[in-house]
């Protein structure tokens, strides 16, 4: 019993110390380990990444600093779209679109949205451009449209007659206006440079009973005279930039404009300039473009981006959709009211985007028939513009209200 009796502290001791040693591993691997979630190391990773992914996602529109309203114009740079959200407020993503997205690249790159799509596309960052003019990234400007860089041009002096039919005009500059007087022309890669002094008021015109002509990555340039850019029905555009015309271009029954970059119209004594105007027809589409009645160079937001009145002819099938319009006193004219109002059918604006340079408002004349889209909207501010606010100019920049327009 006494050699038990001393036996048993002993037995007791060991047995306490390496009790002792597991709870103080268990200790230690439990703190290194952070629990369920790993690592400390692992977890400092992990959140180190889910920040950079929050901070890199599309703040929305609404969640920009001020509005340009309220604000200065943009600097080269500038960025509408990315301030940090207020403290305490995560970033949320951009409103999804089956378009594609309009992420800023070095270039200015953008793609169009698939023809007849009619969800609202994201507004990209506002890009200041060479040319003075402030546009959305993803929307058509001078990087992306007219004749590719490097491609060699041939020279062509004073005004072009096509007469054959099925005609390609490839690489050519010209000095003077082109006058189509055949069918299925196509011209591309083309600089037609045209003050409408010569044979043609117009730099392109497609005459009278012809039809089927394609223009696409060209510069249509108006040399700060000739009243209108391009003339005449059926044509197609793509990826034109049409500048320093009094009007950019005429639309007439079966006509397209896409992908294109009107801008810097050229204000003369006593004109009325519009991006876009039309007198009637039908089959026409205005899709994906940038369409600028406002001129940075002279601070002037002319009479409108869309234009629509003093009709000829019954207007009908007509869509003006996913592009970026900025300037005009209304930028939209849509000519509904007693004077063309029995004069339209289908006209209908959707999903674009209307920047700040108006004079009174984003449009007039927007009532039935004309169809006002809800997936029109400020790009600034991305709220939505209503048909019952079509006369007021909140969002219009202040400069503009008080100006005293033609």
């Given at each position: 019993m006494k050699a038990i009796g001393n036996r048993t502290p002993a037995k007791i001791a060991a047995w306490a110390a390496l009790a002792l040693t597991l709870i103080l591993v268990t200790v230690l691997v439990l703190s290194d380990s952070g629990g369920p979630g790993g690592s400390t190391a692992q977890r400092s990773a992990l959140d180190s990444r889910e920040s950079v992914q929050t901070s890199s996602t599309p703040i929305r529109p609404s969640q920009a600093q001020e509005p340009l309203a309220a604000a200065q114009e943009p600097t080269i740079g500038a960025d509408a779209g990315s301030s940090p959200p207020p403290p305490g407020q995560q970033p949320q993503p951009a409103p999804t679109s089956d378009l594609p997205s309009a992420s800023p690249s070095p270039a200015g790159d953008q793609s169009s949205p698939a023809q007849g799509a009619t969800k609202e596309r994201s507004i990209g960052r506002l890009v200041s451009y060479a040319d003075g003019n402030v546009i959305p990234s993803g929307f058509p400007s001078a990087s992306t449209t007219g004749v590719p860089p490097g491609r060699p041009l041939s020279r062509h002096s004073g005004d072009l007659q096509v007469t054959t039919k099925g005609a390609v005009i490839d690489g050519l500059q010209v000095s003077g206006c082109v006058i189509v007087r055949a069918n299925d022309v196509t011209i591309r890669n083309s600089r037609i440079a045209c003050d409408g002094s010569g044979g043609s008021p117009f730099p392109i015109r497609i005459m009278s009973g012809?039809?089927?002509?394609?223009?696409?990555?060209?510069?249509?340039?108006?040399?700060?005279?000739?009243?209108?850019?391009?003339?005449?029905?059926?044509?197609?555009?793509?990826?034109?930039?049409?500048?320093?015309?009094?009007?950019?271009?005429?639309?007439?029954?079966?006509?397209?404009?896409?992908?294109?970059?009107?801008?810097?119209?050229?204000?003369?004594?006593?004109?009325?300039?519009?991006?876009?105007?039309?007198?009637?027809?039908?089959?026409?589409?205005?899709?994906?473009?940038?369409?600028?009645?406002?001129?940075?160079?002279?601070?002037?937001?002319?009479?409108?981006?869309?234009?629509?009145?003093?009709?000829?002819?019954?207007?009908?099938?007509?869509?003006?959709?996913?592009?970026?319009?900025?300037?005009?006193?209304?930028?939209?004219?849509?000519?509904?009211?007693?004077?063309?109002?029995?004069?339209?059918?289908?006209?209908?604006?959707?999903?674009?985007?209307?920047?700040?340079?108006?004079?009174?408002?984003?449009?007039?004349?927007?009532?039935?028939?004309?169809?006002?889209?809800?997936?029109?909207?400020?790009?600034?501010?991305?709220?939505?513009?209503?048909?019952?606010?079509?006369?007021?100019?909140?969002?219009?920049?202040?400069?503009?209200?008080?100006?005293?327009?033609?």
């Amino acid at each position: 019993m006494k050699a038990i009796g001393n036996r048993t502290p002993a037995k007791i001791a060991a047995w306490a110390a390496l009790a002792l040693t597991l709870i103080l591993v268990t200790v230690l691997v439990l703190s290194d380990s952070g629990g369920p979630g790993g690592s400390t190391a692992q977890r400092s990773a992990l959140d180190s990444r889910e920040s950079v992914q929050t901070s890199s996602t599309p703040i929305r529109p609404s969640q920009a600093q001020e509005p340009l309203a309220a604000a200065q114009e943009p600097t080269i740079g500038a960025d509408a779209g990315s301030s940090p959200p207020p403290p305490g407020q995560q970033p949320q993503p951009a409103p999804t679109s089956d378009l594609p997205s309009a992420s800023p690249s070095p270039a200015g790159d953008q793609s169009s949205p698939a023809q007849g799509a009619t969800k609202e596309r994201s507004i990209g960052r506002l890009v200041s451009y060479a040319d003075g003019n402030v546009i959305p990234s993803g929307f058509p400007s001078a990087s992306t449209t007219g004749v590719p860089p490097g491609r060699p041009l041939s020279r062509h002096s004073g005004d072009l007659q096509v007469t054959t039919k099925g005609a390609v005009i490839d690489g050519l500059q010209v000095s003077g206006c082109v006058i189509v007087r055949a069918n299925d022309v196509t011209i591309r890669n083309s600089r037609i440079a045209c003050d409408g002094s010569g044979g043609s008021p117009f730099p392109i015109r497609i005459m009278s009973g012809f039809g089927g002509l394609l223009i696409e990555d060209s510069e249509i340039d108006g040399m700060g005279k000739a009243p209108v850019g391009i003339y005449g029905a059926d044509w197609t555009g793509r990826r034109l930039n049409v500048h320093s015309a009094i009007d950019g271009v005429r639309l007439e029954s079966s006509t397209t404009l896409q992908d294109s970059y009107v801008h810097n119209l050229s204000r003369l004594p006593g004109s009325h300039n519009d991006a876009v105007q039309t007198l009637g027809g039908s089959e026409i589409v205005v899709e994906n473009n940038t369409l600028l009645a406002y001129n940075p160079a002279t601070d002037d937001p002319m009479n409108g981006v869309i234009q629509t009145g003093e009709l000829s002819t019954q207007l009908d099938d007509v869509r003006v959709a996913g592009n970026y319009m900025d300037g005009g006193s209304f930028t939209v004219r849509g000519g509904a009211g007693p004077r063309d109002g029995d004069l339209i059918g289908d006209y209908t604006f959707e999903d674009n985007i209307i920047g700040p340079n108006c004079g009174y408002g984003p449009m007039h004349g927007v009532e039935p028939p004309v169809t006002w889209g809800a997936g029109n909207r400020w790009a600034v501010t991305g709220e939505t513009i209503l048909i019952s606010g079509q006369d007021e100019s909140v969002n219009c920049l202040k400069e503009h209200r008080s100006r005293v327009f033609p």
